[in-house]
T-cell receptor, first 117, second 113 residues
Framework: GAVVSQHPSRVICKSGTSVKIECRSL??????MFWYRQFPKQSLMLMAT?????????EQGVEKDKFLINHASLTLSTLTVTSAHPEDSSFYIC?????????????FGPGTRLTVT | GQQLNQSPQSMFIQEGEDVSMNCTSS?????WLWYKQDPGEGPVLLIA?????ELTSNGRLTAQFGITRKDSFLNISASIPSDVGIYFC?????????????FGTGTRLTVIP
């Protein structure tokens, strides 16, 4: 149980276009989802925290108008990278948690590799 | 964001050897977690620690929550080739999944058969 999926797993887009990444909790209801970005050979950096039905909370330095997060249901959160640039190329990973777990744990998706050309 | 430093950055060891890595923080965390990440995949939780001084094992893995709450270590005994990957520590200020995770800089482990 507690499976999180992401779609797509890899995406290539042209500079200036927008791309949407989906994060789904497949067998539980995720009241909170987190979006991370990971550059090659670096650690995961938290971008934003998303609670179902609320506006996302962005970490310092992350542009909310560029990285649009929507968490409209208990099983789906989306991250839209708007007007993408090559420097946005990265590995984007989501995680999800639920108070029903009664634990510390966040379950991570398999990640989405974004390449902006 | 919060900076967690891991050491060593990378390790090359022979199969069968024991491995030790640690993580330090400039501030206190109430939960420490250790994850393993394979290339192109999301992190997978290995061990979670809740109390200062706690020592927890999961098979060949043992981790400890430092008494100051600012550090943790992970040991892997009798390494095998599938232990290859990147190991991350993560600190969490709360005790539920809704609290943010702050990740360490990572330790890249290579096991030579």
């Amino acid at each position: 149980g507690a499976v999180v999926s992401q779609h797509p797993s890899r995406v290539i887009c042209k500079s200036g276009t927008s791309v949407k990444i989906e994060c789904r909790s497949l067998d539980f209801q995720a009241t909170t989802m987190f979006w991370y970005r990971q550059f090659p050979k670096q650690s995961l950096m938290l971008m934003a925290t998303s609670n179902e039905g609320s506006k996302a909370t962005y970490e310092q330095g992350v542009e909310k108008d560029k990285f649009l997060i929507n968490h409209a249901s208990l099983t789906l959160s989306t991250l839209t990278v708007t007007s993408a640039h090559p420097e946005d190329s990265s590995f984007y990973i989501c995680s999800a948690s639920s108070p029903g777990f009664n634990t510390y744990e966040q379950y991570f998706g398999p990640g989405t590799r974004l390449t902006v050309t | 964001g919060q900076q967690l430093n891991q050491s060593p950055q990378s390790m090359f060891i022979q199969e069968g050897e024991d491995v030790s890595m640690n993580c330090t923080s400039s501030s206190i965390f109430n939960t420490w977690l250790w994850y393993k990440q394979d290339p192109g995949e999301g992190p997978v939780l290995l061990i979670a620690l809740y109390k200062a001084g706690e020592l927890t094992s999961n098979g060949r893995l043992t981790a400890q929550f430092g008494i100051t709450r600012k550090d943790s270590f992970l040991n892997i005994s009798a390494s095998i080739p599938s232990d290859v990957g990147i190991y991350f520590c993560a600190g969490q200020r709360g005790k539920t999944g809704a609290n943010n995770l702050f990740f360490g800089t990572g330790t890249r482990l290579t096991v030579i058969p």
